[in-house]
Structure formats: structure tokens, C-alpha cells
């Protein structure tokens, strides 16, 4: 018996071994060949790409946008057309269509992905651009599996939801009537001169920036690990947790604090009859300040 367990773990060993070296063959194989091609990433995308702008003539009022890998942005124009400028792999192009109101765009999927354009994908993301005109709109949703989210521009949707799995997520210069919604796993959300009735935020590995960002409703912000900052936002109430991270910032507005951390220090200003702002890290600081 103690021989066959010996034969058995020198398989396994030997086993182990090989699968090592063909690993570090693989990487010297991608190593050489990024070097032979300029140490450049794009040189080795073995993607066929293609772009094209379409102009989109059908009346809608929402928006929907689902991606795999590709990058998405919403931004207002001045001119009066709407358009799509997709960047994208021509074997998985992003659909556009217009259905019962709502312009619809989606990333054709892939199956079996030979490895190598794997790697091409690093150097050359998809992206989809949707230009609109100023004019109310309804519900905006996003959302991409690998990729950056970024609305920017004096839109005003009644709601927003945006979610990424490994991506940023990037709002600026925006009115939102409704809800806006900001959910990534690994990617770090920034939002900046927007209002809204409420804004709630979800991350796992997130770092979360708010600037000039005002509700008439509240603030509703959690975080698994990454930082919390506030400079010069309000809300009417205000709820912000993280496990690993700090909670720092200035307010507009005085409130009712209730601020816990388990290791680090808790500067806030003193109660006043504003409404009820909870914070609490495990590991972190929390320093808030009150604007002029």
C-alpha cells in the first residue's frame, strides 16, 4: 500500500510540474510575442474591428443598454439628431432598435472566444457613444458585464439605474427627477454637479466620490471596501457604510450624526435639527465638516 501511494503522489508531483512549465511556456510565448509586436497591446489585438455612426430617427423616450465587454456613454449634444457610434468587434456588434418607446442596444454575445482575441480585448475595448438632443427623457438603464459606464452632459431622465460588474461608473453635469441607482463590483464611481429626488449607490472594491451632489430626498450608500468622500453635497437624510474605508467630507447642511467606527476616530460636527445622517465604518476614519 505504501508503495502505491508513493507511485501515486509522484504522478501527482510530476502532474503538478508540468502544468507549471506549460504555464510559464505560455507566458513566455505571450512575453515574446508582445515584444516582437512593440511592446504594445493594440499590435496584438487579433479582434476585427469596424465603426460606424448610425442616426437613430424613431421617438423614444427611454433608453436600455446591455454590454459584455464594451464601454458605455450617454452624453447630450447640441445637435437635434440622435446617434450611435459603435466601436465593436464585428462578430459581436451592438444591435439598435427602437421598441415601444425605449431605444434599445445590445451586444450581440460570443461563444468560445479563442484565447488570443481574448487578449486583444485588453488592448482594444468595444464602446458604444449615444449622443442625444436636449428634450425630456425617461428611464435610463446601463449596464456592461466588463466595461466603464459614463453619462455626462444637462440630461434629464425621470430615473437612472447604471451597473457594472469590473468597471467605473462616471456621472457629470446631470438632472435625474427620479432615483439614480450606481452599482459596480471592482470599479470606482464618481459623480459630480448632478441632483436628483434620491441617490442610491452599491459596491463591493469601490471607491465612491460625490461632488456638488444634491437630493431633496436622501443620500443611501454602502460599500464593501473603498472609501466614502463628500465634498459640498447634501441630502435630506443621509445613510453611508463601508467596511474598509473612510467617510470623509463637507456637507452643506447641519444634521443629526450618528458616526461609529470600530478602529480609527470620528470627528463630526455637533447635532442641530437637520435630518438624521448615519455613518459607520469598521476600519476607517470618519471626518465630516459642515460649508459655508
Not at 112 to 134: C, F, H, Q, T
Not at 214 to 243: H, L, M, P, Y
Not at 278 to 286: H, P
Request: proline letters at 2%.
Amino acid at each position: 500500500m505504501d508503495h502505491i501511494r508513493r507511485k501515486q503522489m509522484k504522478k501527482a508531483i510530476i502532474a503538478i510540474i508540468i502544468a507549471i512549465l506549460l504555464i510559464a511556456a505560455g507566458g513566455v510565448i505571450c512575453g515574446v510575442t508582445f515584444v516582437g509586436m512593440g511592446s504594445s497591446f493594440e499590435a496584438m489585438n487579433f479582434t476585427e474591428m469596424e465603426t460606424d455612426t448610425m442616426k437613430v430617427t424613431e421617438a423614444f423616450t427611454d433608453i436600455e443598454v446591455t454590454a459584455d465587454t464594451g464601454n458605455v456613454t450617454i452624453k447630450r449634444v447640441k445637435d437635434p439628431d440622435c446617434t450611435v457610434e459603435r466601436y465593436q468587434d464585428k462578430k459581436a456588434p451592438f444591435e439598435v432598435s427602437v421598441k415601444n418607446g425605449t431605444l434599445v442596444i445590445s451586444q450581440k454575445e460570443r461563444d468560445n472566444i479563442p484565447w488570443y482575441e481574448r487578449i486583444g480585448l485588453l488592448a482594444d475595448m468595444p464602446k458604444v457613444v449615444i449622443s442625444l438632443p436636449s428634450k425630456d427623457y425617461g428611464i435610463f438603464t446601463a449596464a456592461t458585464d466588463t466595461g466603464k459606464i459614463s453619462v455626462e452632459g444637462k440630461l434629464s431622465p425621470e430615473s437612472m439605474s447604471l451597473t457594472s460588474d469590473t468597471g467605473e461608473i462616471h456621472i457629470f453635469r446631470m438632472e435625474c427627477k427620479g432615483e439614480l441607482f450606481a452599482d459596480t463590483d471592482t470599479g470606482n464611481i464618481e459623480i459630480e454637479d448632478v441632483t436628483c429626488s434620491k441617490l442610491r449607490i452599491r459596491g463591493e472594491t469601490t471607491n465612491i466620490r460625490l461632488e456638488n451632489v444634491i437630493t431633496t430626498g436622501d443620500f443611501d450608500i454602502v460599500t464593501n471596501t473603498g472609501n466614502i468622500r463628500f465634498e459640498e453635497c447634501d441630502a435630506e437624510s443621509i445613510t453611508a457604510k463601508t467596511d474598509t474605508g473612510s467617510i470623509t467630507g463637507i456637507l452643506l447642511s447641519g444634521k443629526r450624526f450618528e458616526a461609529k467606527t470600530d478602529t480609527g476616530s470620528v470627528v463630526v460636527p455637533k447635532d442641530t435639527d437637520g435630518g438624521l445622517c448615519r455613518l459607520n465604518t469598521d476600519t476607517g476614519d470618519i471626518r465630516i465638516s459642515i460649508g459655508d
